[in-house]
T-cell receptor
């Protein structure tokens, strides 16, 4: 069964304390891994798409990496405004367009 | 970036009534739209996928007669919750994909909070 698991469920960081969020997947035929940020009561906001192992993408304090089994979202020197739930999702190969989401990591950055 | 809107943002209805939620892509043509529901502290669960001009594809366990989806144009999809019950109370989010064959991005709306009393 295809699965997407995110860890930790929740993470509390001091401002400036760098860390990483993990998204591991057991799927066959990955056709894209996506990272989103979701603020309370709002829809997810697109961050990155990764397609193949070894690929990296960066945006401000965020950097996403991908291996054959997992993806990491590295947060460098986080600020309180980075507090949100971070979701990863995978799209599988085949004709179907379904994207499966993980349960998310709730990040809290304390000033 | 691409913008997807939803209306209404919040709705409260009585049990047994129907509610329609609109999802619009504002600055691009969405060949495919997706409807998700999200319960508190849980992730997004795909309900159905709709392609413009064709019938929606529902996920297993989602009642197609209860959750009516219409994707009448390249910029509008609607979800109608028929005969709503309190257990249908949830956060409903739509997303839209443009014509990019590589499926590089899926843009999400801001969500609709449905409360059935």
């Amino acid at each position: 069964e295809d699965q997407v698991t995110q860890s930790p469920e929740a993470l509390r960081l001091q401002e400036g304390e760098s860390s990483s969020l993990n998204c591991s997947y057991t799927v066959s035929g990955l056709r894209g891994l996506f990272w989103y940020r979701q603020d309370p009561g709002k829809g997810p906001e697109f961050l990155f798409t990764l397609y193949s192992a070894g690929e990296e993408k960066e945006k401000e304090r965020l950097k996403a990496t991908l291996t054959k089994k997992e993806s990491f979202l590295h947060i460098t020197a986080p600020k309180p405004e980075d507090s949100a739930t971070y979701l990863c999702a995978v799209r599988l190969s085949g004709g179907y367009q379904k994207v499966t989401f993980g349960t998310g990591t709730k990040l809290q950055v304390i000033p | 970036g691409a913008v997807v809107s939803q209306h209404p943002s919040r709705v409260i209805c009585k049990s047994g009534t129907s509610v329609k939620i609109e999802c619009r892509s504002l600055d691009f043509q969405a060949t495919t739209m997706f409807w998700y529901r999200q319960f508190p502290k849980q992730s997004l669960m795909l309900m159905a996928t709709s392609n413009e001009g064709s019938k929606a594809t529902y996920e297993q366990g989602v009642e197609k007669d209860k959750f009516l989806i219409n994707h009448a144009s390249l910029t509008l999809s609607t979800l109608t919750v028929t005969s709503a019950h309190p257990e249908d109370s949830s956060f409903y989010i739509c997303s839209a994909r443009d014509r990019d064959p590589n499926f590089s991005k899926q843009y999400f709306g801001p969500g609709t909070r449905l409360t059935v009393t």
